[in-house]
């Protein structure tokens, strides 16, 4: 069975978060693993909740049309969140900068910004952004970038294959695309230079750190002085940023929780019973 049709079994507890970042989900793609961010979004709530940028993949859709119910799903679900008293903020990034025409606007409840800065419950001021301008292959050659997308797009349908055979033996899902990114050099200097680029950014405006997506891996750490921090994907490695009521963030690894069905290793924040609408 694809992993992204198979039934999901619910997470049993709902964790409450002052806020919460996702990004990169390419919602129009077959790699988008919306059924992951349907249960991570059923089993989370927040005050505010940040889309930071490529959550509907223009490129991919302008190519060829590829929508499944469960991407209707991630939708309704955001709406209803926003309808619902949380504070949603769309951040567009490069797969979905159509929407950048709507800066400052207002949909369904939703705002959509370029940039902006969050505070924390403790204080600390945050850059939030896609991360796309600083990434040199995206700003000086846009169909360099489209090339590579489309490389990406092929070790994500083989991995997409490989998954369906660890799943018949009974396997968890396991990345190849995300394997090869962390063994590839290149790839890794890339990321590197990235983080360099966009901490330097959040430095020079007097800021605390600088929250964003785009290349695809959460990460937390001082990066030139200030908290870089990456929510990572929901194409590869189904992570999320989170901010606790006391102003502590922390990268909450879906897959992992789900795989472990042990939401317990979590240290406590608030839960509550399940059944609460959100
Ligand atoms: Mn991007």
Not at 48 to 70: C, E, H
């Amino acid at each position: 069975m694809n992993p992204t049709t198979a039934p999901l079994k619910a997470a049993p507890m709902r964790l409450k978060f002052r806020s919460i970042w996702i990004s990169d989900v390419h919602l129009g793609t077959a790699g988008c693993q919306a059924a992951y961010l349907l249960d991570f979004l059923k089993h989370t709530e927040s005050e505010y909740l940040y889309l930071v940028g490529d959550i509907i993949d223009g490129w991919a859709l302008k190519r060829s049309w590829y929508w499944q119910q469960t991407h209707n799903d991630v939708i309704q679900k955001l709406l209803r969140k926003a309808r619902h008293g949380t504070r949603i903020t769309y951040l567009p990034g490069n797969h979905d900068e159509a929407a950048r025409q709507f800066l400052g606007l207002i949909f369904g409840q939703i705002r959509i910004e370029n940039e902006l800065v969050h505070t924390t419950a403790d204080g600390r001021r945050f850059l939030v952004l896609h991360g796309d301008r600083f990434d040199g292959v995206v700003q000086c050659a846009k169909w360099l970038a489209i090339v590579g997308d489309r490389l990406y797009e092929l070790t994500l349908a083989l991995n997409r294959i490989f998954n369906r055979i660890r799943h018949r033996c009974g396997l968890g899902y396991w990345s190849l695309s995300q394997f090869l990114k962390h063994k590839v050099k290149t790839a890794v200097s890339f990321v590197s230079r990235f983080e360099e680029a966009v901490a330097a950014e959040a430095q020079s405006q007097g800021l605390d750190g600088v929250i964003c997506g785009h290349i695809h891996k959460a990460e937390m750490r001082e990066v030139g002085g200030v908290l870089y921090c990456n929510d990572g994907d929901w194409v590869e490695s189904l992570t999320a940023l989170v901010e606790t009521e006391t102003g502590e963030l922390r990268i909450i690894d879906w897959q992992q929780l789900f795989d472990e069905q042990a939401a317990s290793v979590l240290p406590p924040v608030t839960t509550e019973p399940e059944g609460v609408p959100a």
